[in-house]
C-alpha cells in the first residue's frame, strides 16, 4: 500500500533562516506531488505541484520553492523565511487521471519568529 | 476565480444524531467532489467523493448528496460519534487536466457531544 512520510512535525525558525521540508512517497512510482499551504483555521491553498522529476508548477508567487531531485521525494525550501511564511505545510500525492483524490501526509507546522 | 465555500462554520451535536455538513460550489464544470476530515494537527483524510454524473452517493455512516442544480454538495454522518469529532472540507476539481488541483472550501467545524 502507498504511504507519504513528512517530516518534521513542528519547526520553529527566525526570520531570514532558511527552511527545508521533505515528502517521500512510497508504494507508488511516478506520483504527482503536491505541496499545500493551511493558515489556522483556513482551507488548504495548493502552492506547488509536479508531475515528474524535475518538473514544478507553482500556483502562486511567494517566497517559498519547490524541487522534486527523485521521483518519490518532493522538497519546500526558502532562502529567507518571513512571518507570513507561518502555518502548517502538507505534502499530498494523487490525482491521476481518473483517481483526481489526494492523499495527505501529516502535515508540518512551521512557526516563522 | 472560482472558490468553494461552507454554509456553517460550526456544528454542534449529540452523540448518536445524525450530521449534515454543507458546502456550495461555484464552479459550474467542476466534475468530481471530495469530502475530507481533518482532526487537530493532522493532514486531511478522505471521507468519500462523488463524480459530477451523481446524485448520491453512501460509504459506511457517510452519504454525500450532490445537488447540480443550485450547485450545492452536502455530507451526512449518521449515528454521529464523538470521534467524529473534526473539521471536515469539501474540495471540487476544476475537470479537464487540472489533476489534484483541488479548490477546498474553508471547512466546517463538528463537534459531537457525549
Known amino acids: 500500500s502507498q504511504t507519504i512520510h513528512q517530516w518534521p512535525a ?12 521533505e515528502c517521500t512517497v512510497e508504494g507508488t512510482s511516478n506520483p504527482n506531488l503536491y505541496w499545500y499551504r493551511q493558515a489556522a483555521g483556513r482551507g488548504l491553498q495548493l502552492l506547488f505541484y509536479s508531475v515528474g522529476i524535475g518538473q514544478i508548477s507553482s500556483e502562486v508567487p511567494q517566497n517559498l520553492s519547490a524541487s522534486r531531485p527523485q521521483d518519490r521525494q518532493f522538497i519546500l525550501s526558502s532562502k529567507k523565511l518571513l512571518l507570513s511564511d507561518s502555518g502548517f505545510y502538507l505534502c499530498a500525492w494523487g490525482g491521476d487521471r481518473g483517481e483526481e483524490k489526494l492523499f495527505f501526509g501529516s502535515g508540518t507546522q512551521l512557526s516563522v519568529l | 476565480g472560482e472558490s468553494v465555500g461552507l454554509h456553517l462554520p460550526t456544528l454542534s451535536v449529540q452523540e448518536g444524531d445524525n450530521s449534515i455538513i454543507n458546502c456550495a460550489y461555484s464552479n459550474s464544470a467542476s466534475d468530481y467532489f471530495i469530502w475530507y476530515k481533518q482532526e487537530s494537527g493532522k493532514g486531511p483524510q478522505f471521507i468519500i467523493d462523488i463524480r459530477s454524473n451523481m446524485d448520491k452517493r453512501q460509504g459506511q455512516r457517510v452519504t454525500v448528496l450532490l445537488n447540480k442544480t443550485v450547485k450545492h454538495l452536502s455530507l451526512q454522518i449518521a449515528a454521529t460519534q464523538p470521534g467524529d469529532s473534526a473539521v471536515y472540507f469539501c474540495a471540487e476539481h476544476a475537470g479537464g487536466t487540472s489533476y489534484g488541483k483541488l479548490t477546498f472550501g474553508q471547512g466546517t467545524i463538528l463537534t459531537v457531544h457525549p
Open chain 1, 10 to 21: 513542528t519547526l520553529v525558525q527566525p526570520v531570514g533562516s532558511p527552511l527545508s521540508l
